[in-house]
């Protein structure tokens, strides 16, 4: 019983999915349901002036004029909120969906009761049933919403309703919104796992699986990007890691493993996970947009005393160009020589070390 409820719980609050798997999946949200709502009231908008106008020739929709003029007004404001709303604005776009999704109920309860009480309802049972499959969220939310709407229009409908039509509206309302809220819960299941193997799909191709920070795939595809993420400057680090290839063959790969581990969550600390980057078997590479040099220096320097400390050392080679004048061609090379430049005098040192001791 208690699996049962577990269960019904999860697919009620994460559609079935794990708070973790849910919050991985968010930003896909908040893009669909932007670009949906979007969409959708720009069409809902032109609908409606097609109806504004038609009824100026046809009687039969002459008395929802002004449902249709107020309407189409609301949806305008919901449209300018839509996009207003960045990232940094899930709830309020969250609250705009819902409006929308009520607004567009409210107009269909008012035209299935207020400008049509002798007939049967058909747009709010519409509506109902395809309104919720355009916008994903938690599903209690969605059925809490349906279930408001069947609420307000039984109301509505016992209030207004001519009687030989009212029981037929009042079960066909609790039937198709049981179906609405069974539906949409069981569509925002499958997006949400579609979006979820997507997900998990770019991760692991954007992703050093040994290290678990990016990989070249991912350095490849962002390379040119960062140009335009600075406003004053940008510093290109260029990491190797020295004695990899004796490590592997006189400790095993696994210590050489655990070698690259520790250098990739090492820069990854200091740097950030967003810019550090595994580009090859042991060179690494960290970006500092608009980064204080000073403060960039002492990061180099901790990432080294800390390497050290676990008798490993690196190759550093870094540097930068001020907003304006960056080439990243340039920049790279740049660090990449001077990257060299300090892996050659560390085997120099090295070598001179081994002939002291013979």
């Excluded at 269909?108 to 002798?118: A, K, N, S």
């Excluded at 962002?222 to 335009?228: D, I, Q, S």
């Amino acid at each position: 019983m208690k699996n049962i409820i577990d269960k019904m719980k999860n697919t009620l609050l994460r559609a079935g999915l794990s708070e973790k798997e849910w919050e991985l999946i968010e930003t896909e949200h908040f893009i669909s349901n932007r670009q949906n709502l979007l969409i959708y009231s720009k069409i809902t908008f032109v609908f409606l002036l097609i109806m504004f106008f038609v009824s100026f020739f046809s009687s039969d929709v002459e008395s929802n004029r002004w449902i249709y003029l107020g309407t189409m007004i609301i949806v305008i404001g919901i449209d300018a909120v839509a996009k207003f709303c960045g990232k940094d604005h899930p709830v309020l776009l969250l609250a705009d969906v819902y409006v929308f999704i009520s607004i567009l109920f409210i107009f269909g309860i008012i035209l299935g009761t207020v400008t049509r009480p002798d007939e049967q309802t058909v747009t709010f049972i519409a509506l109902m049933l395809t309104v919720p499959l355009l916008f994903t969220d938690r599903p209690i939310r969605m059925i809490c919403c349906i279930g408001v709407y069947v609420i307000v229009f039984v109301i509505t409908a016992v209030n207004i309703k001519v009687e030989y039509v009212l029981t037929a509206d009042v079960i066909d309302a609790c039937i198709f919104g049981a179906i609405s809220a069974i539906v949409s819960t069981y569509m925002m299941g499958v997006k949400c796992q579609r979006s979820l193997f997507e997900r998990q799909v770019a991760v692991m191709s954007e992703t050093d699986l040994l290290t678990g920070i990016r990989n070249r795939n991912s350095y490849e595809q962002n390379l040119l990007t960062y140009a335009k993420r600075c406003q004053q400057s940008l510093t290109y680090i260029f990491v190797d890691v020295n004695g990899l290839h004796e490590m592997n063959n006189t400790k095993g790969h696994e210590a050489g493993d655990r070698m690259l581990q520790f250098v990739a969550d090492t820069l990854q600390k200091q740097f950030g996970k967003e810019h550090t980057y595994r580009i090859g078997g042991d060179e690494f590479v960290a970006f500092v947009p608009d980064g204080d040099q000073d403060q960039i220096r002492k990061k180099l320097e901790k990432v080294i005393s800390a390497v050290e400390e676990n008798d490993y050392h690196v190759s550093v080679g870094y540097d930068t160009h001020l907003y304006g004048e960056i080439d990243m061609k340039t920049l790279v090379a740049s660090a990449e020589k001077r990257m060299y430049e300090e892996k050659h005098l560390f085997y120099q040192r090295k070598g001179i070390e081994r002939g002291e001791r013979r």
